[in-house]
């Protein structure tokens, strides 16, 4: 266990809606980033939060949005739903704005479904 | 721009025997991390074994070691006395040092036969 956890599990949105993920980071860990992991593929890199501003970004258009709350924890929204968003969301945390070993600790992710 | 190549969808391997899962990368910085990630039907992405491309020695962890060959760009991944829990995705990434930007690859879906 991480002790990165995700919620909710596994939800389906219908298209142009709007959807928001969850994810608590491992205690002590101020640095969080998304992936977007569709199916039969890799992750790819959303973007990146550190002390609650967004620090890194990657080739996601601006419907993806994200906040870190004061405790580190974390949203994931996405707006005007496609269903080419349908995919695994995974969090995952870190310490440290520059890591050491780059590590990053994954949750179990987020299923979204879209219709 | 990094890219991660991972060239065998799927592996088998006899329980008890060793395999060897392919990755190439490519990258134009100097100081880089490379990565084994193992994720089951969980879904959870388990780190396996990290490699920090200043080191010329392979990392090693238990069953599982890598070769590294910087110069040809090549990380694969050896599982000694596999396991049935073995069986998962595994994921080659890459990241520039000092970010948590990774870069992954397709995968190679393990089996492990009984």
């Known amino acids: 266990e991480t002790g990165v956890t995700q919620s909710p599990t596994h939800l389906i949105k219908t298209r142009g809606q709007q959807v928001t993920l969850r994810c608590s980071s491992q205690s002590g860990h101020n640095t969080v980033s998304w992936y977007q992991q569709a199916l039969g593929q890799g992750p790819q890199f959303i973007f990146q939060y550190y002390r609650e501003e967004e620090n890194g970004r990657g080739n996601f258009p601006p419907r993806f949005s994200g906040l870190q709350f004061p405790n580190y924890s974390s949203e994931l929204n996405v707006n005007a739903l496609e269903l080419d968003d349908s995919a695994l969301y995974l969090c995952a945390s870190s310490l440290g704005a520059l890591p050491p070993g780059n590590t990053i600790y994954f949750g179990e992710g987020s299923w979204l479904t879209v219709v | ?114």
């Open chain 2, 1 to 114: 721009a990094q890219t991660v190549t991972q060239s065998q969808p799927e592996m088998s391997v006899q329980e008890a025997e060793t395999v060897t899962l392919s990755c190439t990368y490519d990258t134009s910085e100097s100081d880089y991390y490379l990565f084994w990630y193992k994720q089951p039907p969980s879904r959870q992405m388990i780190l396996v074994i990290r490699q920090e491309a200043y080191k010329q020695q392979n990392a090693t962890e238990n069953r599982f070691s890598v070769n590294f060959q910087k110069a040809a760009k090549s990380f694969s991944l050896k599982i000694s006395d596999s396991q049935l829990g073995d069986a998962a995705m595994y994921f080659c990434a890459s990241s520039r040092a000092g970010t948590y930007k990774y870069i992954f690859g397709t995968g190679t879906r393990l089996k492990v036969l009984a």
